[in-house]
């Protein structure tokens, strides 16, 4: 198992606020190349430090943001200030507010409908950008959803598989998308576009207490997960050096 401060100091991180995330980001169009960002959370960070693909994934990646009470305090733990979480469902949005007009978009995963209704909910809000395409992330041809992206010629690229699943498609099929600029995992964000009325009240997520929200809320799905993501993140955090 990899040290988990080497592995955190070793991450290109944007620690200050979501605008600031977002314009780090929006940059990242000018520049040369393809860029992939990771919402970092206490799941993938357990991963990571124990599987030397998601690491290796994980420091190529132009920009993580912390996602996540459990990731900010583990930051802070070790020396990593972190002004505040950065949910991919607070910064999706935020990065499209300020791209320049007409820059292309693309929403891939989620289940069944769910891409689709995210994407028209953002059209309504967001009307100087160009969403050119969507497609859920359940039993779709490789092949015809790379063709879908290509053709549409996007230069932003949203990803909701889950974690580290996102990051790993994002690694691997980014280079075949070459019009595609940024890629960004963005977990559920789909569905809190798709329904609002799923996201955590406010107040909950200034407690810190989002992820109990979404386990109650869900607890057949939620829970055998969450309690391993807890096995995996919990060493890390009291014995991690």
């Not at 002004?83 to 989620?110: M, N, S």
């Not at 992820?211 to 014995?239: G, S």
Request: overall charge positive; some cysteine; glycine content about 8%.
């Amino acid at each position: 198992m990899k040290k988990v401060s080497e592995f955190l100091k070793s991450l290109n991180w944007c620690l200050k606020s979501i605008s600031n995330a977002a314009n780090i980001m929006a940059g990242l169009l000018s520049k040369s190349g393809q860029h992939y960002i990771i919402t970092t959370n206490m799941e993938i960070i357990g991963i990571a430090v124990r599987n030397p693909e998601v690491y290796e994934i994980c420091e190529k990646a132009a920009l993580h943001v912390p996602d996540g009470i459990g990731a900010v305090k583990l930051l802070r733990k070790f020396g990593l200030k972190t002004q505040e979480r950065v949910t991919g469902v607070d910064l999706g949005p935020a990065l499209l507010k300020i791209l320049p007009e007409g820059t292309k978009v693309y929403l891939f995963g989620a289940s069944r409908g769910v891409a689709k209704s995210a994407m028209e909910n953002l059209k309504k809000q967001l009307t100087q950008i160009d969403f050119v395409g969507s497609e859920h992330g359940y039993d779709i041809s490789h092949e015809q959803l790379i063709g879908s992206i290509n053709k549409s010629e996007a230069q932003i690229l949203l990803v909701a598989l889950g974690v580290p699943k996102q990051e790993r498609w994002i690694y691997k099929n980014l280079p075949l998308m070459p019009k595609v600029k940024i890629a960004i995992g963005v977990g559920g964000s789909f569905d809190c576009w798709a329904n609002p009325n799923r996201r955590t009240p406010v107040w909950i997520q200034n407690l810190g207490l989002e992820w109990a929200h979404r386990v109650l809320r869900e607890p057949f799905i939620r829970v055998p997960r969450f309690m391993k993501t807890l096995r995996n993140f919990l060493p890390l955090y009291f014995f991690g050096k």
